[in-house]
Each structure stands twice: as C-alpha cells, then as structure tokens.
C-alpha cells in the first residue's frame, strides 16, 4: 500500500514563497556584520583589562556559529571571549535566537566560580537594575527568559540572587532584548551588546 502525504494550505504557501529565503539570506548576513562589529568593540573593551581567567585561556579565541534549529527555530552566535572544556567554562555568548530575542550572556563554570559569584555580589550595586538576569536554570544552555527562568537583578533582590548561586558550580548572567525592540531595528544591537558586557565586567574582572 502506497503511503500519501499530505500539506496544509500553510505549508503550500511556504513552498511557494519566491521571498522568504532571500530575506532570510540578507538578515542572516546582517546579523553576522553586527556580530563582527560587537567582537572589535568587545576587544577595545578588554584593553588594560586584567580578567580571572582559567588557565590556558587563549584571548584570542573566538567562534561564529549559524544553525537552524535550537528548538526548531534559525540561530546565529558569537562567542567572545571563547574558553569551553568539559570542567570549565568563560564565555560571552551573543545569540540571535530567530522568534524570540537577542542574548547577551557571561557563561561561567568550573575552578574560579567562587570568585565570580563573590565578585558579583561585591559590585552588586554597579551591576543591578541594567536589564540584567541571573539564569536559574540548572543548564547552561537553556535560553528562555521570564518566570522559572530567570531573575531580574534589581536593587531589592541582592540577598535572593547570593541564595541562588550559592550552591552553584556555574552561573549565567544574560540581557534579553525581544526581536521587535526598536533598537534591533535601529541596529543598535553591537552598541548594545558592548554596553552590557562592560556592565557585567566587574564580575571577571581580577
């Protein structure tokens, strides 16, 4: 018996969209110049700068990545600085996450957390109410923002966000900016993304 598939009328139009994948092709293209230009202003940021790094840190380390399904949907990111392994990891991740948000995140694991997590609540008061949210998730890779997700750093919050790393071995702490913010359109986002890294900086800084 021959088996049959079937479209929708949804998925008929798509098939038949002669411009979607050329829009896709020039925002996929945009998004990577912006990610270039966020990662020469990261480098100027970091000039002079003495960081707590784990060692065999390489500061030139740096990644591009393109993909087309974290959870179904399109994403590009850069990862600068760079430093992954499997007990420790230093990282500023900006992710362009298609039907969602841009992500700018410090990803931090392993030997010098302690110092992270200290530094943080030190300069809690330079570092809060900037949009800024510590991830509650227990992975590092969990990308949603809002209730159960994450924790807005305000003012009032420094006692509950020391609880929350307490016992951690890792920590995340990320900007959300939704894909219909006017800055995006503005293209604003490598401002932006230097703004928030420069914020967050106290918080590796030695």
């Not at 479209?7 to 945009?30: H, L, N, S």
């Not at 393109?66 to 600068?80: N, T």
């Not at 991740?93 to 694991?109: K, S």
């Not at 330079?126 to 510590?134: A, K």
């Amino acid at each position: 018996m021959t088996q049959s598939f079937s479209f929708t009328p949804e998925e008929v139009e798509c098939f038949a969209d002669t411009t979607f994948f050329r829009t896709k092709a020039r925002i996929t293209v945009t998004v990577r110049q912006t990610l270039e230009a966020l990662h020469t202003r990261i480098q100027s940021a970091l000039v002079g700068t003495d960081l707590i790094v784990p060692q065999c840190f390489n500061p030139e380390a740096i990644q591009f990545v393109k993909g087309e399904h974290l959870e179904d949907f399109p994403y590009q990111y850069l990862d600068f600085p760079r430093h992954y392994t499997r007990e420790e990891k230093f990282a500023f991740r900006t992710l362009f996450w298609w039907g969602h948000h841009v992500v700018f995140a410090y990803i931090l694991e392993g030997s010098n957390i302690r110092r992270y997590k200290e530094n943080l609540i030190n300069h809690y008061a330079d570092i809060c109410d900037h949009h800024l949210c510590l991830c509650l998730s227990a992975s590092l890779w969990e990308w949603k923002t809002g209730s159960g997700y994450t924790m807005e750093l305000t003012r009032d919050r420094k006692s509950q966000a020391a609880a929350v790393l307490a016992n951690r071995s890792s920590m995340k702490v990320a900007r959300f900016i939704p894909m219909k913010d006017p800055r995006i359109q503005s293209g604003l986002v490598a401002e932006i993304g230097e703004e928030t890294f420069r914020t967050m900086l106290p918080i590796i800084r030695a």
